[in-house]
Each structure stands twice: as structure tokens, then as C-alpha cells.
């Protein structure tokens, strides 16, 4: 039987992360990683590869950071906890014993119940070399591709399919517009602009009811009665944690996934779990979250790494940060849009501020960056942003992020110390955090 | 006699920004803005129009945004106040009476008491649309240009003259390295690099001792004996605030200018002041602070403009954030480098965390970014931050703002909500602002 001191199960964002967050506060521990997959995508790199870095060997976590932080590696699927006995066993009957066990086991990609799903070149969303590297070679001979969700996976895998490639790409989302549970309807209406921009097909408020063909999918049945051509589908419509061998060994487990507390420690003392296979609470209502982000994940992987052999970090629940580039149009959110945030019963104000991101607005990269801010009235604090513009937009929602987190009024963010720079801000006169603050205050 | 509720002089980044911050706080007032200005140059443009924009006219702040606020323009030079009137004398003679003044008059460039410092083709960088145009006709003719200060203007000067020139610059610099008040002596190395890449010449540690020549600079002398051939000198070490007619009416004023409370009101409780004409304290020290920044003058003006009728905002003090960029190479700051805080009685702790800018590495616009994250030992908060990277160096030292501004401990950035894409951030495995975190409580 192998031993060691800390063992983490998976090896994406979650379990790397908390395994070198392990080895950060544990120097003297011994650490072993367990995964299944002899390589691991970097999940949030998985749509770039069919368009930008070309194949999947070019989106891989690399394992030097392994070696670098001394975390053992072992490649097998861990198919059983005992955790009276604190062991693991792993396909093929090896046995792992544990003082601590992280969790990190993430999650599978939802397949919805359809007529004709299990056809050939159905492709769902998942994180592995092989499918990936199949649906690439699958892409070669592809005349009509149909992409069954319009979320960001969606939505990138529909821009970056169509890179290069002679093909027809069709999104097809339930919901009235594309990334609509993700940012604000005009966000989301300019979203979909860039989009047919760039020649995708969109079909939104219609449902897929069949998948048609023989062996191979050859078309699709929409809730509107239309029929869609369809060599291949990507189906990228969320994630279900995977939770078997936990549940199984009897640990607590929700529709969220495992359940933790805010130490993210689950049922069993000396078991904890990060990322997609973890139950997840909101920052703003306390009440489940299905935010499944790698961010989120590493986050919780560094409560979770830090928190082994004693407490030092809390989870205050998922803000829920992200971003989404269609060309040159990024779009980013922390929080809640106003939508949400109504739906989830809060009294809101809003402000909007718009200026280039360079000044003056000649400087090279400039383009309009856009901000709108929303404030829980109750409090004044800030519980959502939105930034619509070039790359640092990426940045820009992080710098809400942090404003969300502390907690800042329309005040405190009016008169948030930025700085500026002509080749890389907006001017510190029209800077669009401080003035969609400022905007929020009059809009009062 | 003219009336208005509110009277702003100046027309720069404070006193636009107070005006328009007056507006949306007092939607009912007249507000009028004094400024000696024909048309106003965005300041921290200027280095820019000799490079990049072209001209001038391509750097301005439009008025447009005055009329769009309702706020009445006069140009011409407030020579007088009369505080116990309430009135401003204008030159020319014309009088203004107000409710709440503003004073937000500016800077104007230090320049040294050296012998032939006032010959012809010595620049001053001045804000001024006349003066900055007979620069740019000057350096047509220009084959040896000296800037005096390699502070990030001065290095801005030389790398945008240096563009599309056949024309030689050095940069003379008294301290060790370039820009050594701003960033950590390591950042300032590798600018300094950057700068001799693109065929800028360096002399420092080195004082300018006198300007020869005729009626025109021909040449400078040096401390160590030296002797540079010039036709022109870009003068770029600093400024003094532009306080006379302040101190004439007898409102307090100590070195650094106008003194204010946190309110940003003078000893004149109808008088409010911001900008570079401004005295400053330090967030961290409450000492006196030198820096003079428009991101820092806009913010001081909505802290004055919002705060005429009741008092609604107060000053915590400079924090400091700032860029500079070279080529691609971007430098941000945020707080007080780690030379800096131990200078000032800080212990400290610092953490340095270095990644791509994108994942994985493929993605289009890669760069390598740094960032180093200086503790207060005692508390453990967040005293400071550089980046150095590309474009989104800019928005992310102003995530690190945001952390400094909320004293931050390591472990509350360690688990900072961040959002990441791999169009436009680094891996939330490998994020430089939490990694730095992490690494400062692994170095404690």
C-alpha cells in the first residue's frame, strides 16, 4: 500500500492548485496527486484549440510544476474511499492510504435527454486529449456543425470552429439571446452582433428536440418545427459534478455536488473538496450557486490547500467572476447583473459610463470600454459589474471583483485611487469604473 | 460683476473633473470654470504627440463635456482672490463673485538653477499647446536632444522623440537608475534595458552642471567631467505647485501647496482645492507625499466637488498608482515599492509571482507578467504593488489599488474572486496577483 501524508484527487485547476497550495503551508508533508488522465487540458484553453493553438497538445497544464513543488504524481482513476480507513483505491487495485484527502474529482458535461443524442459525432464538451483531438479530425470533413448551447463554451467553440475552416456553424440556445445567464441583455445583443459578424448562424429561443440521421448524426429537429443540416454537434450546455465515489463512501452530497463548510471540509474531517465536484453558495443570498468556473475552482482549491492541518481561510461564497471574447469584443462580469440580482429579490441602482480605453483616443489599441455597475440600494454596496471593451477588459472585472469582495459603495468606488496611463487606460477624468459610480449616485 | 454658484479655476484634470463632479452633485447650481487655456492638453498625453498622436490638436481635453454638464467657460487667468468677498479678479479686471470656489490652478515644471538654463531650445515640459508645438517644430531640426530627468516623463520624452526621428536622445538622470522613485530597482533595470534597445542613451548618477552655448544650448556639461553635444533640452524633473495668488489671499499653504483638510477644504471654508496645486498627505504615512499624478488630482476633484453644500466624501490619503510604458514593455504601480516602505520604518514581506499573460502560452498577445507584492509586517496588509507586462498592466495595478485601498492581508488576496480568459488573463492556476500572496506568506 502506497502512503502519503496528503493525497488530492484530480489534477485540473482544483487539484493542481490545492496540491501546491498543500506544499506552500506544508513544506515537510508528503503529497501525491492521483488523476485519470495521462494529460490534462487546460479546461478553459479547450474551445482555443480548434482555431487558434491548433491542437491539444498545446493547451496542456504542464507537469514540471509538479516536480517544482516535489507533489508525487499517480496516473489512475480513484474508484474507492474508505474513509474510516482513510484509503483510496484506485482502478486496477492499487491502494492509496491518507492522513488528509482533497477531493477534486470535477465534473462531466451534461447530455440532455434527446432522441438520436448517442449518434456519431455527438460531441459533448469534455476535457480530455482523445475527444478533443477526435472532434478536431472529425472538424476536417465537417460541412455543418451545430453547437447546442450558446453559453461561453458555446459561443467560443462556435467562433473558434469557424476559424479557417469552410464550414457552417450554427448555435442553437433555448434562452431569448446567447450568454443570457451570464451578462446583461445588451451585452448579450452586442455579443451575438460580433458573432453573426463573423458568420455564425443564430438560433435562439428554440429548443433541440431531435437528433436525426443513421449511425451518424446527419441533422437536428427544432421546438419551431425547422430542421437543421448537422455533421457534427458540440453539445456544451453545463456540467454535472462527479460525485460517484464519494457519495458512495457515504460523504454528504447535494445536487451542487459534495457538500462542504465554509473551510471547504466535507462530512469527513479529514476530507476536503474543491472545485466542480463541490457544492457551491453564492456570495450575495447564500443560497446554491452553479457557477462552475476553473477560477472558482482554484479559489476554493486555495481555502481548501491552506486549511488541512489547520484553519486559516473561509469561503465567503462564489462572487462569480468570468469573462468571454468574441474577436476583439471581450466581455467580462463580477457578480450579479441586474437581472439576477432583481430576480434574487435585491432593490438595485444601476450606472453606465462609456469612454476609449487610451487617451487620447488616437493612442494605438484604443477601443470604447464599457462599465455599468449595479448597487444593492438596501446597503449601497456593490454587488455586480460589467465591462464591455478590448483585452484589458480581463483585468478591468477583477478590479470590480475586488470592489464586490470589500464591499464598496458608489461612493468609496467614486473615489477609488486608479491609476491611469495614455497607452494602456482611459483618461483618470473619463475612467469608466469612477464614473459608472458616480452615474449610479445621480441615477438616485 | 459675473455670479455663479460655483466657480472652478483651472481647466485640467482637477478642475474638469471637480466641475463635472459639482454638476452631478448640484443639479440646480451655475457652475462656471476659469481657465487661462485657449484649449487644454490632456497632461499625461503630452510625451505622447511627439511619437505617436502627432500634434497638439490630437492630445486635447474636448470641451464638449462642459456643455454637455451646463457649465459655463470663461478663459482667462484668475490674478486675484478676495475671500472675504467671495471674489475672483480675472487679468483683464473683469470680477467673479462666488458661492464655493474651487482652486484647482496646477503646476508648473521645476527648473534648475544651472548656469544657462535659460538659453534658447530649453524646454521645459510645459502644459501648453504653443509651447509643446514649438518643441515639436524644434526637434524637426534636432540632431542631439538631452532630456534632464529620467523619471517617467523624462523616459516617455525620450522614447516618443526617439520615434520616426533620425535624431540622437539621452536621458540624463542624477540617481542611480531611471525611474527609481517609482519602481523597485530590478523593474527599473530591465526599462532601462528597453530603453537601450530602442536606441535611447543613458547617463546616471550623474548631475547636469551647466548649459553652454551661445544664445542657443549647443551642449551640456556633466558632474563627472563629461560634455554632450544639444541642440535642445527637454526639461523633465518635476513641478511646483502653483500656488500665488492662494498664498496672496492669504489661505493657508505649506511646500507641497494649497493645505487642505480631508474634505479637501482650505483654511477658507468656501474655498476647496485639488490637484497639483494641492498639498498631499501619504495613505500609508499621513507624511507629506510629492506625487503629483492627474489620476490623483481627478480623484482629489470628486472628493472637492462632491463635498461644496455637505460633506460627503473625505481623503484617505495618496496611495500612488501609476504606469509607464516602453514599447510593449508595461511598468505599474500601486503603494510604496519595497526600498520605499523600508525607508519609511516599514518591516516587510514581500512575494514575486511570474507567468504568462495568457493561457496557455499560445494564445495571441502573450507576455510574460510579474507582479511583487509588498506586507506591512506588523498588520500584515497590502502596502504595495508593481507589475510589470503588457497592456493589461494597467487595470491589474489597479486590482492591486483596490487591495492596498482595502488593506488586504496575504490570505484575503490569496483567495481573491478573480476572473480569468484565455484571451486576455494568465491561468487561475498560475494568476500572478494571488501566486504573489501565496509566495509572500511562504517567505514569512
Given at each position: 500500500?502506497?502512503?502519503?501524508?496528503?493525497?488530492?484527487?484530480?489534477?485540473?485547476?482544483?487539484?493542481?492548485?490545492?496540491?501546491?497550495?498543500?506544499?506552500?503551508?506544508?513544506?515537510?508533508?508528503?503529497?501525491?496527486?492521483?488523476?485519470?488522465?495521462?494529460?490534462?487540458?487546460?479546461?478553459?484553453?479547450?474551445?482555443?484549440?480548434?482555431?487558434t493553438?491548433?491542437?491539444?497538445?498545446?493547451?496542456?497544464?504542464?507537469?514540471?510544476?509538479?516536480?517544482?513543488?516535489?507533489?508525487?504524481?499517480?496516473?489512475?482513476?480513484?474508484?474507492?474511499?474508505?474513509?474510516?480507513?482513510?484509503?483510496?483505491?484506485?482502478?486496477?487495485?492499487?491502494?492509496?492510504?491518507?492522513?488528509?484527502?482533497?477531493?477534486?474529482?470535477?465534473?462531466?458535461?451534461?447530455?440532455?435527454?434527446?432522441?438520436?443524442?448517442?449518434?456519431?459525432?455527438?460531441?459533448?464538451?469534455?476535457?480530455?486529449?482523445?475527444?478533443?483531438?477526435?472532434?478536431?479530425?472529425?472538424?476536417?470533413?465537417?460541412?455543418?456543425?451545430?453547437?447546442?448551447?450558446?453559453?461561453?463554451?458555446?459561443?467560443?467553440?462556435?467562433?473558434?470552429?469557424?476559424?479557417?475552416?469552410?464550414?457552417?456553424?450554427?448555435?442553437?440556445?433555448?434562452?431569448?439571446?446567447?450568454?443570457?445567464?451570464?451578462?446583461?441583455?445588451?451585452?448579450?445583443?452586442?455579443?451575438?452582433?460580433?458573432?453573426?459578424?463573423?458568420?455564425?448562424?443564430?438560433?435562439?429561443?428554440?429548443?433541440?428536440?431531435?437528433?436525426v440521421?443513421?449511425?451518424?448524426?446527419?441533422?437536428?429537429?427544432?421546438?419551431?418545427?425547422?430542421?437543421?443540416?448537422?455533421?457534427?454537434?458540440?453539445?456544451?450546455i453545463?456540467?454535472?459534478p462527479?460525485?460517484?465515489?464519494?457519495?458512495?463512501?457515504?460523504?454528504?452530497?447535494?445536487?451542487?455536488?459534495?457538500?462542504?463548510?465554509?473551510?471547504?471540509?466535507?462530512?469527513?474531517?479529514?476530507?476536503?473538496?474543491?472545485?466542480d465536484?463541490?457544492s457551491?453558495?453564492?456570495?450575495?443570498?447564500?443560497?446554491?450557486?452553479?457557477?462552475?468556473?476553473?477560477?472558482?475552482?482554484?479559489?476554493?482549491?486555495?481555502?481548501?490547500?491552506?486549511?488541512?492541518?489547520?484553519t486559516?481561510?473561509?469561503?465567503r461564497?462564489?462572487?462569480?467572476?468570468?469573462?468571454?471574447?468574441?474577436?476583439?469584443?471581450?466581455?467580462?462580469?463580477?457578480?450579479?447583473?441586474?437581472?439576477?440580482?432583481?430576480?434574487?429579490?435585491?432593490?438595485?441602482?444601476?450606472?453606465?459610463?462609456?469612454?476609449?480605453?487610451?487617451?487620447?483616443?488616437?493612442?494605438?489599441?484604443?477601443?470604447?470600454?464599457?462599465?455599468?455597475?449595479?448597487?444593492?440600494?438596501?446597503?449601497?454596496?456593490?454587488?455586480?459589474?460589467?465591462?464591455?471593451?478590448?483585452?484589458?477588459?480581463?483585468?478591468?472585472?477583477?478590479?470590480?471583483?475586488?470592489c464586490?469582495?470589500?464591499?464598496?459603495?458608489?461612493?468609496?468606488?467614486?473615489?477609488?485611487?486608479?491609476?491611469?496611463?495614455?497607452?494602456?487606460?482611459?483618461?483618470?477624468?473619463?475612467?469608466?469604473?469612477?464614473?459608472?459610480?458616480?452615474?449610479?449616485?445621480?441615477?438616485?
Open positions: 500500500m502506497k502512503e502519503s501524508d496528503i493525497v488530492v484527487i484530480g489534477g485540473s485547476a482544483a487539484g493542481l492548485t490545492a496540491a501546491i497550495t498543500a506544499r506552500r503551508h506544508n513544506p515537510d508533508k508528503s503529497i501525491l496527486l492521483v488523476r485519470k488522465e495521462e494529460r490534462v487540458l487546460i479546461p478553459c484553453g479547450i474551445p482555443y484549440i480548434f482555431g493553438v491548433g491542437k491539444p497538445e498545446n493547451n496542456l497544464i504542464p507537469d514540471a510544476v509538479l516536480e517544482k513543488n516535489s507533489i508525487e504524481l499517480l496516473v489512475g482513476e480513484a474508484k474507492e474511499l474508505k474513509p474510516d480507513e482513510k484509503i483510496v483505491t484506485i482502478a486496477g487495485g492499487e491502494t492509496v492510504k491518507y492522513e488528509k484527502l482533497i477531493l477534486a474529482t470535477g465534473s462531466n458535461p451534461m447530455v440532455p435527454p434527446i432522441p438520436g443524442i448517442d449518434k456519431k459525432n455527438v460531441f459533448p464538451a469534455e476535457k480530455s486529449v482523445g475527444n478533443m483531438q477526435s472532434l478536431l479530425d472529425t472538424l476536417e470533413n465537417t460541412k455543418d456543425l451545430v453547437i447546442l448551447g450558446g453559453g461561453f463554451i458555446g459561443v467560443e467553440f462556435a467562433d473558434e470552429c469557424k476559424k479557417n475552416r469552410d464550414i457552417n456553424v450554427t448555435i442553437v440556445e433555448m434562452l431569448p439571446h446567447c450568454l443570457l445567464l451570464a451578462f446583461e441583455e445588451e451585452l448579450c445583443v452586442e455579443a451575438e452582433k460580433a458573432l453573426i459578424d463573423r458568420g455564425i448562424n443564430l438560433v435562439t429561443g428554440v429548443k433541440l428536440e431531435e437528433v440521421g443513421d449511425e451518424r448524426v446527419r441533422g437536428v429537429k427544432l421546438s419551431d418545427g425547422r430542421e437543421l443540416k448537422a455533421d457534427v454537434i458540440i453539445v456544451g453545463g456540467v454535472r462527479n460525485v460517484g465515489a464519494a457519495e458512495a463512501a457515504g460523504l454528504k452530497v447535494d445536487r451542487g455536488g459534495i457538500v462542504v463548510d465554509t473551510n471547504m471540509r466535507t462530512s469527513d474531517s479529514n476530507i476536503f473538496s474543491c472545485g465536484c463541490t457551491k453558495k453564492s456570495f450575495f443570498t447564500g443560497q446554491p450557486s452553479g457557477l462552475n468556473l476553473a477560477s472558482v475552482a482554484a479559489m476554493e482549491a486555495r481555502i481548501a490547500g491552506a486549511n488541512l492541518f489547520s486559516r481561510r473561509e469561503n461564497g462564489t462572487v462569480g467572476v468570468f469573462a468571454t471574447a468574441i474577436g476583439d469584443l471581450v466581455l467580462g462580469v463580477a457578480g450579479m447583473t441586474e437581472k439576477a440580482a432583481k430576480d434574487s429579490g435585491f432593490d438595485v441602482t444601476t450606472g453606465v459610463a462609456e469612454a476609449t480605453n487610451r487617451h487620447p483616443g488616437g493612442m494605438p489599441g484604443m477601443a470604447m470600454m464599457k462599465v455599468k455597475l449595479v448597487f444593492n440600494k438596501k446597503n449601497g454596496e456593490l454587488i455586480g459589474g460589467q465591462v464591455r471593451g478590448g483585452p484589458s477588459t480581463g483585468e478591468l472585472m477583477n478590479t470590480i471583483s475586488a464586490i469582495q470589500k464591499k464598496m459603495t458608489a461612493d468609496d468606488i467614486a473615489t477609488f485611487q486608479l491609476g491611469t496611463h495614455p497607452a494602456v487606460t482611459a483618461s483618470p477624468i473619463a475612467y469608466q469604473l469612477v464614473n459608472a459610480a458616480e452615474m449610479a449616485i445621480k441615477n438616485e
